[in-house]
C-alpha cells in the first residue's frame, strides 16, 4: 500500500466518524431548536458562538491547523442555524398592534423564521400564548421615556407566563403624510398615546393638535386612508413603506436615545440555571408595620442588586399592592436559594418570572 493509498484509508475512516458525530450533533441541534421553540428564544445566541470557537479552537494543538479548525467551526455553526431555521418556520409568535407596529417589527427581528401574529390588546396577545395557539408572546414592559407599561405587569403578576428574555429596541418615531404633503401643511398629528409623549417638544413646537389611535400602524393606515395632507402620523419607517407614505421628518423623539423594553412570555416555567445574572419576580407582603422594608433588606442581604422596585395595585383589595423586581445575582446559586427562602417568611408569596443571563439589543 503506498503512501498516497494509507493517507485516504485515514480519510475515508476519519470521514466515516465524523458522518456518526454530525449526526449525533445534529440531534442535538433539533433538541435546542425544540427547547428555543418551547421558551421563545430566538436561533441567533452570538455570545454562545463565540465562546463555542475560543473553546474548540484551544483544543487543536497544531497552530497550522487552528484558523482552518475555526474555519470549520463556524461553518458547523451556520450549518445547525439553517437546520434550526427550517425546524422553527411554524412557530408562531403574538404581539400586540398590527403589521408595520414597533412590536411586529421587533417581533420578526428577534423571530425572522417564526408567523407574528398580531392581536387587538395586551390581553389577547397574552391569553393567545396561555390557549396555546401561539408559542410565545412579545410584549413592551418600559419605556424610556414613558415609563412602564403597567397593563403588561398586570399579565406578568395575574398571568401563568413567564419571561424568557428581555430585549431592548432602539424606537425611531418619524413624521409620516401623504405624498404630496409638505411640514407646512400638518394642521393634526395622530399617534399612540406614547408615540405622541416621546415627541411631545416637537409637537408644540410646530403648533400640532395631537390625535391618539390606538398604535403607531394604525394611525399610519388612517392617514394614508384619509388622503388628506393636513393630517401625519408618527410613526416607524417600516409603516411608511408598508401604506405608501412619505417621511416629511425624521427622529422627532425628544430623545435620541429613546428605547422600548421587551420581553417575550412563554408557558415554559422560569428554571434558575448558574450562568443567570438577571431576575425578575413579583411579590406581595404580609400586612404588618415594616414587611416591605425587611423584603427590601432580605435582597440585598444576600448580596443581590435591585436594579428596580416598582409597585402596582392588587385590584383585590382597596390599597393593596404587589411589588415587581428586577435584581442583578444568580438564584440558581447558595445566597440565591437563601434568598428565597427568607423572603418566604415576610412575603406572602414570592413569584419568579425570570432568570437570565443578560438583555439583548435589537
Excluded at 87 to 109: C, H, P, Q, W
Excluded at 343 to 355: E, F, H, P, R, Y
Aim: glycine content about 8%.
Amino acid at each position: 500500500m503506498t503512501e498516497l493509498d494509507q493517507a485516504r484509508l485515514l480519510i475515508n475512516e476519519t470521514d466515516s466518524e465524523m458522518a456518526r458525530l454530525f449526526e449525533q450533533r445534529m440531534e442535538a441541534v433539533r433538541m435546542v431548536a425544540r427547547y428555543k421553540k418551547e421558551n421563545g428564544l430566538p436561533i441567533d445566541d452570538f455570545d454562545r458562538e463565540e465562546a463555542i470557537i475560543r473553546r474548540n479552537s484551544s483544543l487543536v494543538a497544531d497552530e497550522e491547523y487552528r484558523s482552518y479548525y475555526v474555519n470549520f467551526l463556524r461553518s458547523t455553526i451556520d450549518i445547525s442555524k439553517q437546520f434550526q431555521h427550517r425546524l422553527l418556520d411554524g412557530m408562531r409568535v403574538a404581539y400586540s398592534g398590527v403589521e408595520g407596529a414597533f412590536a411586529n417589527i421587533t417581533a420578526e427581528k428577534i423571530f425572522p423564521d417564526a408567523s407574528c401574529i398580531g392581536y387587538a390588546d395586551f390581553a389577547s396577545a397574552y391569553e393567545s400564548v396561555v390557549s396555546g395557539e401561539c408559542d410565545c408572546v412579545l410584549l413592551p414592559v418600559e419605556n424610556s421615556s414613558n415609563g412602564d407599561v403597567g397593563k403588561v405587569l398586570d399579565l406578568a403578576f395575574f398571568g401563568s407566563l413567564c419571561i424568557s428574555g428581555v430585549y431592548e429596541a432602539e424606537v425611531v418615531q418619524n413624521l409620516l403624510a401623504v405624498k404630496g404633503a409638505t411640514l407646512s401643511d400638518i394642521k393634526q398629528v395622530i399617534s399612540h398615546p406614547q408615540a405622541l409623549g416621546q415627541c411631545a417638544p416637537y409637537i408644540e413646537k410646530n403648533g400640532f393638535e395631537p390625535i391618539e389611535a390606538v398604535n403607531t400602524a394604525v394611525a399610519a393606515k388612517m392617514v394614508a386612508e384619509s388622503g388628506r395632507t393636513d393630517i401625519a402620523a408618527i410613526g416607524s419607517e417600516e409603516a411608511a413603506e408598508k401604506f405608501g407614505l412619505i417621511k416629511l421628518e425624521g427622529h422627532i423623539n425628544e430623545k435620541s436615545n429613546n428605547t422600548t423594553r421587551f420581553a417575550v412570555f412563554s408557558r415554559s416555567q422560569s428554571v434558575p440555571t448558574p450562568g443567570d445574572k438577571r431576575f425578575i419576580m413579583l411579590f406581595t407582603v404580609k400586612n404588618a408595620a415594616g414587611s416591605l422594608g425587611r423584603a427590601v433588606s432580605v435582597i440585598g442581604e444576600h448580596g443581590f442588586n435591585l436594579r428596580a422596585l416598582k409597585s402596582r395595585p392588587t385590584k383585590d383589595l382597596i390599597w393593596d399592592y404587589y411589588f415587581y423586581v428586577e435584581g442583578e445575582g444568580n438564584l440558581a446559586s447558595v445566597g440565591g436559594r437563601a434568598m428565597l427562602a427568607e423572603l418566604a417568611t415576610c412575603c406572602n408569596n414570592v413569584k419568579v418570572i425570570a432568570s437570565y443571563e443578560k438583555e439583548q439589543k435589537v
